[in-house]
T-cell receptor, first 113, second 112 residues
Framework: GEQVEQLPSILRVQERSSASINCTYENSASNYFPWYKQEPGENPKLIID?????ERKQIQGLIVLLDKKAKRFSLHITDTQPADSAMYFCAVHSGGSNYKLTFGKGTLLTVTP | EAAVTQSPRNKVAVTGGKVTLSCNQT?????MYWYRQDTGHGLRLIHY???????EKGDIPDGYKASRPSQENFSLILELATPSQTSVYFC???????????FGPGTRLTVL
């Protein structure tokens, strides 16, 4: 099956700086790439996603970049705030007739004042 | 927003016992999923379903069964629970290929 590598596993940044998380995948047919945020004790929630027909997407301070040739996508959080502290997961849908998402192992982001 | 609920929210079971985790969604989504979340492993797919009556094996199905008796309900069954199945289990629903998955609140299962 699909393999998704997510790095770094732990990320600590100062308030108002940027944070970047990177994911790579194996299947060139993959076509959907969501990012989920999970706060402590809560369930994962979708924060932004990108499809394979796009290279860049931005929602407010969140930017996703997709490089299909390199099979790599990334999440950039600009002007971070302590409220951005959470676990972040990337995921990949590998296309075809299945409906599965394969998740990365997660990045624990801490934003310090 | 899709409403996904899970019961129980917490469960303590004994080794060798049978455990059933239940999930209900009210947004009429065709697809439902069961994941487990463990530190260092992220979210791993156990079973999923395309609709009532269907169940499919995910990436880590061993030791688990699933049941989808209706559009709204999807259960995960541990026939003979083992301590290695201690985890947080999340149910999710979605309405199509590549679409957003909505997660339930999770069930914390401890097998002693």
């Amino acid at each position: 099956g699909e393999q998704v590598e997510q790095l770094p596993s732990i990320l600590r940044v100062q308030e108002r700086s940027s944070a970047s998380i990177n994911c790579t995948y194996e299947n060139s047919a993959s076509n959907y790439f969501p990012w989920y945020k999970q706060e402590p004790g809560e369930n994962p929630k979708l924060i932004i996603d990108i499809r394979s027909n796009m290279e860049r997407k931005q929602i407010q301070g969140l930017i996703v970049l997709l490089d299909k040739k390199a099979k790599r996508f990334s999440l950039h959080i600009t002007d971070t705030q302590p409220a951005d502290s959470a676990m972040y997961f990337c995921a990949v849908h590998s296309g075809g007739s299945n409906y599965k998402l394969t998740f990365g192992k997660g990045t624990l982001l801490t934003v310090t004042p | 927003e899709a409403a996904v609920t899970q019961s129980p929210r917490n469960k303590v079971a004994v080794t060798g016992g049978k455990v059933t985790l239940s999930c209900n969604q009210t947004n009429n989504h065709n697809n439902m999923y069961w994941y487990r979340q463990d530190t260092g492993h992220g979210l791993r797919l156990i079973h999923y379903s395309y609709g009532a009556g269907s169940t499919e094996k995910g990436d880590i199905p061993d030791g688990y069964k699933a049941s989808r008796p209706s559009q709204e309900n999807f259960s995960l069954i541990l026939e003979l629970a083992t301590p290695s199945q201690t985890s947080v289990y999340f149910c999710a629903s979605g309405d199509g290929q590549g679409a957003e998955q909505f997660f339930g609140p999770g069930t914390r299962l401890t097998v002693l």
